[in-house]
């Protein structure tokens, strides 16, 4: 049934697609691979006519950024409100632990997963799960039952991994080597701009509402789904890594569809590979100050409608964090790695000096001495300290999280190998996301959790530092990233036979046919 899907989606596109791509599809019998003839090296370069055309890295990593713009940009808001919207955080941390649990485990796979299907399948199973978790915090407001909230999560944890996995693929992999922090920034740019429409949306729906009011009401789940719902539609318009050509003419990929056993055995070297290894503490470190920063910062010192405008200016400091990242990553200095060097430098002051501030913010109050709820418009010199303290952390963040994908992008050039590292990221990432929501349902001591999230971080800066010194090399963009050692550096298995090599001996055949 998939691959008939597949199939299905693929004649759509060649009607309509074909004046814009050109080329003639061939799909090989077993259905693993397909490939364009006459294009049997991605390093084949074809013209380039603009930048602006359909299948250019431009328009498919600013789609690829709308449809996260929707679907994780909308969630990055709901969740961001703190407890979901909810006066009581404990339906949402459960929902958010049952998410990362299972994110941690699908996230891994996910890589896998967009290889086989491509990424309009995976994509748009993906975007689904998103609309049904904001849904079940409408059942919440009318039932107060966590049990439909914990089922979405679930899934939605499942379904993130795949669109995550095909983000991180299409991020880092479509941009030639010279601007990939530069892609990095436009897609984070567009991605954010979700969470601070999103922001918007309980901002404005709420503003009016009854000072004592800490639930959301309907029409702010409603209007969530709604835009989660146009992502998943937009995600049919992203197209096979085989059909995109990079900025320089060459393709970056002619794999169309791979298979289980190499996908099984390529994920399974992850876990060798001394590369990966080295990004897992700021893997697990990127999502774990979210629990923090939205439910014991956000949530816990202002009051509704403030929690909204808040909100708005975090996800709105992450698109300033993005471009301030992404021009050191690419435009700083000649040498790429030393550009790397100076990224993680900035990023890891910027990172000391914010949790000093949030330090000394902390200590001002407690679980056993809360803090009275602040109002954007009422509370003046008050509010406007917090207020810059929550803005830094969404800087932070956006800065962390940019040079991490920068490095992985760095790894690799190729969509197959970058869609592995990316879903064993985010994979990691989930896991720790998982245990700090716990963290914050389990009401450790809100000192303790800074602490925390301050160590993890700054543990982060100097692996990541001798990772871009040991394993980035110095290019002018002509030459790809050294793909050969995509995993642990182990000879491929004699089960590859079905897999890349089959491709090339089937190239090889019809050359001399």
Same mark, same amino acid.
């Given at each position: ?6 199939? =299905? ?30 294009? !049997? ?11 602006? *055309? ?23 808001? &709901?969740? /961001? ?64 039952? +966590? ?15 795949? =669109?995550?996995?095909? +983000? ?10 010279? *601007? ?15 969470? %601070? ?11 009016? *509402? ?33 059909? %995109? ?20 055995? !390529? ?48 996800? /709105? ?6 471009? /301030? ?16 060097? %100076? ?5 890891? %002051? ?52 940019? &040079? ?44 303790? +959790? ?64």
């Amino acid at each position: 049934m998939p691959f008939a899907t597949l199939n =299905l989606l693929e004649m759509f596109d060649d009607g309509w697609q074909k004046a814009l791509l050109g080329g003639n599809r061939h799909q090989d019998p077993g259905n693993s691979f397909s490939f364009d003839i006459g294009e !049997e090296e991605a390093a084949a370069k074809v013209p380039v006519t603009s930048p602006f *055309r359909y299948n250019s890295p431009l328009v498919q990593v600013s789609l690829i950024g709308l449809v996260c713009f929707c679907c994780t940009g909308m969630f990055n808001a &709901l969740t /961001g409100m703190g407890g979901g919207g909810q006066v009581n955080p404990d339906a949402a941390n459960n929902a958010n632990t049952a998410l990362y649990t299972t994110f941690s485990i699908f996230g891994v796979l996910g890589g896998g997963v967009y290889n086989i299907f491509g990424p309009k399948v995976t994509l748009a199973m993906g975007c689904s799960t998103y609309v049904l978790y904001a849904g079940s915090f409408l059942y919440y407001n009318h039932q107060q039952d +966590q049990t439909f909230a914990i089922f979405a999560g679930v899934l939605l944890g499942i379904g993130a991994s795949f =669109l995550w996995a095909g +983000q991180g693929a299409i991020m880092t992999s479509y941009p030639t080597a010279t *601007r990939k922090g530069t892609y990095i920034s436009l897609f984070w740019i567009i991605f954010n701009f979700g969470g %601070v429409i999103g922001g918007l949306i309980p901002f404005i729906l709420n503003y009016h *509402r009854k000072e004592k009011a800490e639930t959301v009401n309907d029409m702010t789940y409603i209007v969530f789904m709604c835009f989660m719902s146009a992502g998943t539609l937009i995600s049919l318009t992203i197209l096979s890594p085989d059909r %995109v050509v990079k900025d320089d003419g060459t393709h970056c990929t002619n794999i169309k569809y791979s298979n289980v056993t190499t996908e099984a055995i !390529e994920i399974l070297k992850l876990f060798c590979n001394w590369k990966l290894r080295l990004i897992i503490p700021a893997a697990w470190a990127s999502n774990f100050f979210y629990s923090y920063q939205f439910d014991n910062v956000n949530g816990l010192m202002f009051n509704l409608r403030s929690r909204g405008f808040n909100n708005v200016f975090y996800w /709105g400091a992450q698109m300033i964090g993005s471009v /301030g990242i992404g021009y050191i990553l690419d435009f700083s200095f000649k040498s790429r790695r030393t550009r790397g060097l %100076v990224g993680v430098g900035i990023v890891a %002051v910027l990172g000391m000096v914010i949790w000093a501030g949030g330090l000394a913010n902390q200590l001002n109050y407690s679980f056993d001495k809360p803090p009275n709820r602040l109002d954007f418009k009422r509370c003046g010199s008050d509010f406007a300290g917090q207020f810059v303290l929550y803005f830094s952390y969404g800087l932070l963040d956006a800065m962390f999280q940019c &040079l991490v994908y920068w490095v992985i992008g760095a790894l690799a050039d190729t969509s197959e190998i970058l869609s592995r590292y990316a879903g064993f990221y985010k994979g990691v990432q989930s896991a720790g996301a998982a245990v700090a929501w716990q963290v914050g349902k389990k009401k450790i001591p809100l000192l303790n +959790q800074l602490i925390v999230n301050w160590v993890l971080t700054t543990l982060s800066y100097p692996l990541l530092a001798v990772l871009i010194y040991k394993a980035v090399k110095d290019t002018d963009g002509s030459k790809p990233a050294e793909d050969d050692d995509t995993a642990s550096g182990l000879p491929p298995p004699a089960s590859m036979k079905d897999g890349y090599k089959e491709l090339e001996n089937s190239i090889t055949t019809e050359k001399n046919g």
